[in-house]
């Protein structure tokens, strides 16, 4: 038989927060990028201009990758599987009932 029984607060958070978590972290990442955006356009050329047209390039993939991230602490958001029982019969069972 399974040695631990599973736990409800095992589970991991659910498909609507999960979504949620990621659709803020992503949205957060990516007003940053309309800032770098409008700042390299307004920057008039010195090292503002280039610092953040590199950071309006590379935010789109550094959003995608820390939206999607794991929750940290190592495990990850899907539930534990399932552990079904095992039963042993023994071949005397059998015919000790064939037999009545």
């Given at each position: 038989?399974?040695?631990?029984?599973?736990?409800?607060?095992?589970?991991?958070?659910?498909?609507?927060?999960?979504?949620?978590?990621?659709?803020?972290?992503?949205?957060?990442?990516?007003?940053?990028?309309v800032v770098c955006i409008i700042l390299a356009v307004v920057g008039g050329g010195n090292w503002l201009t280039w610092v953040a047209g590199f950071g309006a390039a590379v935010l789109p993939y550094v959003a995608v990758v820390v939206a999607n991230a794991t929750n940290g602490n190592g495990n990850s958001k899907t539930a534990p599987k399932a552990e079904a029982p095992t039963i042993a019969i023994s071949a005397d069972a059998f015919k000790t009932a064939a037999t009545k």
């Open positions: 038989m399974a040695t631990t029984a599973q736990s409800v607060t095992s589970l991991g958070i659910s498909p609507e927060e999960d979504r949620k978590s990621r659709i803020i972290k992503y949205s957060v990442a990516q007003g940053i990028r």
